[in-house]
């Protein structure tokens, strides 16, 4: 909880300062802020974070110095920067695999919160300040990636600004006016690299805010007991300063080996084709990190269902402080939420992996259904010619029970084995399906009958153990 | 749900890489079922993997007589073959543009100019500031001598396609193998198991001793290295070409790890003094 502040200025300069902007005084205080002594590393990725968010400021605006955002020359420019200009391999790929980065913490963070219930009261407004800030970087990321103007990322941006077109009434003039045309062009690169350099700088903003409820309302903790005594808490500086370096040096290991030795394993190679408007990929596919939203767009037939349905994903993560209403914050004492957890984040993964593949393509085969490859050739070997019109149908009907199939080779000359089983479209619907259960239903009704476990009565009485249940579950370290 | 917490992190950041890297290998297409795709070690392959500049040289060679006709390498500029790293540095000439070699193989280009003097388009010898021409000015002619197919643009490929230096070997090495009985290819196409479609435009490049090849002079530790000239085979000059093609994708590629494997040690013992003040700062605490 955010007291008064300890900060007393000792020199004349020092209180000169304090009297007119307090920023020291914000400072100190960040130093002295009492955090919950049982913190674990779930809780460094929020430091984590606001490194990367540095390192893309920076390595972006050193990149938009040589970065020039026309049509002719944008693909040109990025290669200049990783060819010639002196460490701009270095720059280019930081900010690549940055975002990623970004990605991969900003997730963890996410699933943090939603274990150990950081979204409910009194921290409802850091949550939503939390969607908030993910819901820009996802913009941000989107405006980036389309900034090299390679095909993947031409083509990603034309099936993304289409879906504005599906808005009824509106939907033709909407992404008119967003595009700046009638198709993705120059008007569209130049102002996306506009918004791509205002959006951080937006973030940035927000997580001034979110740090500043966070500071105002009090860390969590992994047991979900507020902070009772002083006891419970220890100061900022130097415990958790200690910890956030130590963790931040472990995830810059992690980003040195894909930025040095990986920097196109988490892209698409695509991207190193220039943008062609003649050309569509066989494969449109956006980068990791959206993949699972991708997979929730294409579970349904409709356009527009499928739009609603992926905002639908995002919008019910602001929600969430109102949908799940049990009075136990950490799921570490919900033990049958905690399990519904697990399959949510394990249905999170099946829908990335859905994401990246074809919904057409099977998951796995079950068997074999004959298929017509030749009717001509059928219509041949019965010595009739093929029919038109209303008695195709039959005709087809007559040779599809001609064929015999031996497991996956078709024995009858003009048919073909097709292979049936679970499809990636099935499979992207079952894990969408769960996925909004597990927000919509499961939450709410646990919220309502499940019976938590024991709790410890105080942050120190779960860290001493003093032999109650709930101490056993906090960590021996 | 107790684990070793600096373990939660790793193992977190493991499944994140290995779920993403699995995704990183559905890309789409697919070699035909018949042709076993060989995987050469490439000496730039791995952590400490650098450049065979004698390969690259050859390469450049192929490249020169063999590709330049079709192909443009619009985003490769002649100084860049002096540079550090790349296949005929000098380490006499820092500056490329005074590299004797680099002189030579630009002078060899016609570039299209203007006369400065009476604004006449003209056609001069290269100097190393100039880029690789475009074989043909625009795209309307390079379709037109190429039977309507636009030649890519090699300054990329070896990244424009997912495991791109064995990509580009096989498909070089691949025009021979048998084709199905029922494909049928329009005038125009020939039949190669690796391409996406397994129809491509491009006619058999390769053959054996289009390119006579004669020993290169190679820097090799600070020292001049001859090395000898190898059988002019197609599996040979696609090896070179693929090798030339994977420097013109990625020339910082030897710079990059060398200061990866820096930067890596450095951070690995800066986390474990970093765990150790950790430690330290936290060991009477109760948490």
Known sequence: ?477 | MAFKTPKTLILGAIIAVASVSGLAFAAGGGVHGDYKMKHPDWSFNGAFGTYDRAAAQRGYQVYREVCASCHSLKYVSFRHLGDEGAPFYLEDYPNPSDNPYVKNFAADWMIADIDSETGDEIERSGIPADYFPMPQPNEAAMRASNGGSLPPDLSSMVKARSNGADYLYNLLISYDSPKPGDVELTPGLHWNPVMEGHKIAMAAPLSEDIVTYEPVETMDHGEMKIVDAPAATVEQMAADVTHFLAWTADPKLEERKRIGMMSIIYLLILSVLLFLSYKRVWRNVKH
């Not at chain 1, 460094?44 to 390595?59: D, E, N």
């Not at chain 1, 205002?198 to 992994?222: C, D, E």
């Open chain 1, 1 to 477: 909880m955010s007291g008064p502040s300890t900060y007393e200025p000792k020199y004349a300069a020092a209180k000169w300062m304090d009297q007119r902007l307090p920023i020291i005084r914000m400072g100190a205080d960040f130093m002295t802020f009492p955090s919950p002594r049982n913190l674990n590393y779930w809780y460094t990725f929020g430091g984590i974070l606001a490194l990367c968010l540095v390192v893309q400021i920076l390595s972006g605006v050193i990149l938009a110095m040589h970065y020039v955002a026309d049509v002719d020359k944008a693909f040109a420019s990025v290669q200049r920067i990783r060819r010639d200009v002196p460490f701009g391999w270095l720059l280019q790929s930081m900010h690549a695999v940055g975002a990623s980065m970004f990605f991969l913490a900003v997730y963890m963070h996410m699933f943090r919160g939603l274990y150990y219930g950081s979204y409910k009261a009194p921290r409802e407004v850091i949550w939503i300040l939390g969607c908030a800030i993910y819901l820009v970087m996802m913009a941000t990321a989107f405006l980036g990636y389309t900034l090299p103007w390679g095909q993947m990322s031409f083509w990603g941006a034309t099936v993304i600004t289409g879906f504005f077109g599906a808005v009824p009434v509106v939907g033709e003039s909407l992404q008119e006016w967003l595009l700046g045309g009638y198709s993705v062009d120059n008007a569209t690169l130049n102002r996306f690299f506009a918004l791509h350099y205002l959006l951080p700088f937006v973030i940035a903003a927000l997580v001034g805010l979110h740090v500043w409820a966070l500071h105002h309302v009090g860390q969590n903790n992994p047991i979900g007991i507020s902070e009772k005594t002083k006891e419970d808490t220890l100061s900022f500086h130097p415990f958790y300063t200690v910890k956030d370096a130590f963790a931040i040096a472990v995830f810059l290991v992690i980003f040195a080996i894909f930025l040095f030795y990986l920097p196109d394993a988490l892209g698409h190679a695509d991207n190193y084709i220039e943008a062609d408007a003649m050309k569509t990929p066989a494969h449109i596919v956006p980068e990791w990190y959206f993949l699972p939203f991708y997979a929730i767009l294409r579970a349904v037939p409709s356009k527009l269902f499928g739009i609603l349905l992926m905002l639908g994903a995002i919008v019910v993560l602001f929600i969430l402080p109102w949908l799940d209403t049990h009075k136990v914050r950490s799921m570490r004492f919900r033990p049958i939420a905690r399990w519904f957890f697990i399959f949510f984040i394990f249905f999170c993964f099946i829908l990335g992996w859905c994401g990246a593949e074809t919904p057409d393509d099977l998951v796995f085969t079950v068997g074999y259904k004959p298929m017509i490859s030749d009717l001509a050739l059928y219509a041949q070997a019965i010595g009739q010619s093929v029919p038109t019109g209303e008695a195709l149908t039959a005709f087809s009907q007559d040779a599809l029970a001609t064929c015999r199939l031996d497991g996956s080779k078709s024995l009858t000359e003009y048919c073909a084995a097709k292979p049936y089983g679970l499809s990636f479209y099935r499979l992207s619907q079952i894990a969408t399906i769960y996925y909004f259960a597990y927000f919509l239903i499961i939450l709410p009704v646990l919220g309502l009958v499940e019976k938590p476990i024991k709790r410890p009565d105080s942050i120190t009485k779960a860290v001493l153990g003093d032999g109650k249940r709930g101490a056993a579950l906090v960590p021996a370290e």
